[in-house]
C-alpha cells in the first residue's frame, strides 16, 4: 500500500473508540469520537499554504487530506473539548514515496503547525512520528479490513500515554 492509497482508504466517516494509559498515574480513560477524513486536491488552497508555511513546493505532495474530529474522553469536563480540524499533507522523499514528511496545520498535541516523518511498511502499517520540542509521538495505523482501521500510539516528554483506537467506517 502506498501513502496515496493509505489516503484514499482513510476517506470517510469513522466511528472511534479510544483507551487511553497515563503511564506516569497509571490510570487508564476511555473515549469516544467521530472522525471526518476528506481527502483534498493538491491545488486546493489550504494545501498550497502549508506547503509554502513549511518551505516545501507543492509539487512534492503526494496526497492530501483535511482531518476534523468530535469527541470527549471519560476525564473532560465539555463534551466537546475534544474537537478541531486540521489539514494533512504527505511530502514522499525524492526516491522513497513510502517514507517522508507528514506536514500538518496543527498537532495534536500543540495547536501549531508541525512537520512529522512517516513511514508506510510492506504490510500496509502506516507510522507516523512528531517530535515537538520535549515531545515524541509515534503512531501506527492499519486496515485489518477495509471499514476497520486500528491505531496504536505511544506519546512520551511531557505526557507519558499509550492509546488504542479502533474505528470503524460509518457507512451511509
Given at each position: ?6 489516503f ?41 499554504a ?33 474537537s ?41 502499517v ?47
Amino acid at each position: 500500500m502506498t501513502i496515496i492509497e493509505f489516503f484514499q482508504q482513510r476517506a470517510g466517516t469513522w466511528l472511534s473508540q479510544r483507551t487511553s494509559h497515563h503511564l506516569i498515574i497509571k490510570k487508564s480513560e476511555s473515549g469516544k469520537s467521530e472522525i471526518k477524513v476528506e481527502n483534498l486536491s493538491l491545488d486546493d488552497p489550504a494545501v498550497i499554504a502549508l506547503c509554502e508555511l513549511h518551505e516545501y513546493a507543492v509539487d512534492r505532495a503526494l496526497c492530501a487530506a483535511q482531518v476534523s474530529w468530535q469527541g470527549s474522553m471519560e476525564w473532560d469536563s465539555a463534551p466537546d473539548q475534544q474537537s478541531g480540524s486540521t489539514v494533512l499533507v504527505a511530502i514522499g522523499e525524492p526516491d522513497n514515496m513510502q517514507a517522508g514528511t507528514l506536514l500538518r496545520q496543527q498537532g495534536y498535541a500543540e495547536k501549531s503547525p508541525v512537520a512529522g516523518r512517516y513511514r508506510v511498511s510492506d504490510d500496509g502499517v502506516l507510522c507516523l512520528i512528531t517530535e515537538y520540542g520535549m515531545v515524541y509521538s509515534e503512531e501506527k495505523l492499519w486496515f485489518p479490513k477495509p471499514n476497520i482501521c486500528m491505531r496504536a500510539g505511544l506519546t512520551t516528554g511531557m505526557s507519558n500515554i499509550a492509546s488504542f483506537c479502533t474505528e470503524i467506517r460509518k457507512l451511509s
